[in-house]
């Protein structure tokens, strides 16, 4: 197994356009990975790197910046997308600097190249199963995947009281839920992965959208994975 490729998966999955409904403007939310289970142990002590990872979602007129820190700062990931959708990946391996600019009609043709079974899920709902996660009032919600995905499902807890659209690159489109997930459990199948909001605000620095992109080397997606397929997920 490539731990560098599962990383880059979830934090793909997590990844999303923000964009605010009903008055709110803008945002930051922090989530981290508090346990990775799986039954495999050749898979157990990798897996454990997970945990503690964090994920920074800032989002403000329409754009948004998803940050993550990986394996200790080994590896930091930035994705910045712009209102219409387009996309600004920064990815440092341990040095290795990588930045990959992507427009949305570029991303809607990998979509359609490359059909997700993530797209189709059977969601349900239970509002009178609830709990409060980072002040927010939530309600349990299960999202089972269908066909060749039936292995895969999501255990939320959803806030109607964060309306946001998350238009997911690849992965999950949250918006096709009735709430913001503050907390949930993915389960792969070989593995389950749990991730809680441990901090909400309602203000953002527009400073955070600035990224300087010195010593990053400029690249398309295509080259990106080819990239990261010759460097056999950078030995992990």
């Given amino acids: 197994m490539k731990l560098i ?6 934090f793909l999955l ?8 009903e008055g709110m403007k803008e945002g930051y939310i922090k989530m981290e990975i508090t346990d990775v289970i799986t039954d495999n142990q050749e898979m157990a002590a990798m897996l454990e ?3 503690g990872t964090e994920t920074e ?13 990986l394996m200790g700062g080994m590896v930091q990931m930035k994705n910045m997308l712009d209102k219409d959708g387009n996309m600004n990946m920064f990815m440092d391996a341990m040095g290795n600097k990588m930045h990959v600019e992507t427009t949305k009609m570029e991303m809607d043709k990998m979509k359609a190249e ?3 079974p ?4 059977d969601i349900t709902y239970d509002e009178n199963d609830r709990k409060k996660i980072a002040g927010y009032d939530c309600y349990k919600m299960i ?3 269908k066909g060749d995905a039936s292995s895969f499902s999501i255990e939320a807890y959803v806030t109607e009281d964060i309306k946001i659209n998350a238009s997911v690159m690849q992965g999950i489109d949250l918006g096709i ?5 503050l907390e949930y459990i993915i389960d792969a199948g070989q593995m389950k992965l749990v991730s809680t909001t441990m901090e909400i605000k309602d203000e953002v620095d527009p400073k955070v959208f600035v990224i300087d992109d010195s010593g990053y080397t400029k690249m398309s997606m295509e080259e990106f994975m080819g990239s990261m397929g010759q460097m056999g997920g950078f030995g992990f």
């Fill in 5 to 10: 490729n599962t990383f880059l998966c979830f």
């Fill in 14 to 21: 997590a990844t999303g356009i923000m964009t605010a409904q």
């Fill in 49 to 51: 790197m997970m945990k």
């Fill in 57 to 69: 979602v800032y989002f403000q007129d329409g754009k948004s910046l998803t940050n993550m820190n």
């Fill in 114 to 116: 490359n059909p997700n």
């Fill in 118 to 121: 993530m797209d189709d899920l």
């Fill in 143 to 145: 999202a089972k995947g």
């Fill in 177 to 181: 839920f009735k709430g913001f997930p």
